[in-house]
């Protein structure tokens, strides 16, 4: 089964936490699908890469621009086969997919400021604790990421 990682936002934005996160895949030698909530999310997060400064690099792709094989991280709004063979999958928006089983790790990230988006995440939790992934629960700290579960 797979591995999902539910990320708890409570100290910064998506858009701050998740080019760190990003990194962290890169850096490790892998590639990212990210599966966004809705096409403006898909843009919107292809500008904040371009602008990210920590890490100061993060190459990335979308239906926009193309050469999706080319790319170690690809965005997009569609819960299709990652084009780039990504084996993260990364859910922004409540966003969920029916391929989990096609990737090695799930990092799942939730607004905490958000009650609707934290019951979301509830729901999804459950239903990937009763299809047998691994799972764990991260929240932001005083000093980053804390494993709570």
């Known amino acids: 089964m797979t591995e999902i990682a539910f990320y708890h936002l409570t100290r910064t934005p998506l858009d701050q936490a998740l080019p760190k996160l990003l990194g962290r895949v890169l850096a490790g030698g892998g590639r990212a ?28 792709g979308s239906k926009a621009a193309g050469h999706a094989a080319q790319q170690p991280i690809w965005l997009s709004a569609e819960d299709a086969e990652a084009p780039n063979g990504a084996r993260f999958l990364v859910l922004l928006d409540g966003a969920e997919s029916a391929r989990l089983a096609e990737f090695d790790r799930v990092l799942d990230l939730f607004d905490g400021g958000d009650e609707q988006a934290v019951a979301a ?5 459950s239903a990937a604790k009763a299809a047998g992934h691994a799972l764990s629960y991260w929240q932001q700290g005083q000093r980053g990421w804390e494993k709570k579960a």
Request: aromatic content about 10%; charged content about 25%.
């Open 121 to 125: 995440a509830r729901r999804r939790w």
């Open 33 to 60: 699908c990210v599966l966004c909530g809705s096409e403006e999310r898909v843009a919107a997060l292809d500008a904040a890469l371009w602008l990210s400064t920590d890490p100061d690099w993060l190459p990335h």
